[in-house]
């Protein structure tokens, strides 16, 4: 199983991005699939999660400002991040039966 994370760039407070996280295999279908992010200095920070059935979780945190969804045709898992803070900036991690992405980093300016 591989994932592969991007989507991550330069977006001002306020604004919006959609990550993505590309998943190997035909696991996709079957399991949970989890966003992490890990700020500088901090621990990894659970995010949201999605089950097969497509029931949803969110951390407080991100409640009402991020939407996780899944396209198991495309293998995919998206995180769609609106009204983003300085807070948010960090490296976001997608992870899924004991593997984790590699990353792709938010940097929120102020």
């Known amino acids: 199983v591989q994932l592969q994370a991007s989507g991550g760039g330069l977006v001002q407070t306020g604004g919006s991005l959609r990550l993505s996280c590309t998943v190997s295999?035909?696991?996709?279908?079957?399991?949970?699939l989890v966003w992490y992010r890990q700020a500088p200095g901090k621990l990894r920070e659970f995010l949201a999660d999605?089950?097969?059935?497509?029931?949803?979780n969110y951390a407080d945190s991100v409640q009402g400002r991020f939407t996780i969804s899944r396209d198991n045709a495309k293998n995919t898992v998206y995180l769609q991040m609106n009204s983003l803070k300085p807070e948010d900036t960090a490296v976001y991690y997608c992870?899924?039966?004991?593997?984790w992405g590699q990353g792709t980093l938010v940097t929120v300016s102020s």
């Open positions: 992870f899924t039966s004991g593997r």
């Open positions: 295999g035909s696991i996709i279908s079957t399991n949970t």
């Open positions: 999605i089950t097969r059935s497509g029931s949803t």
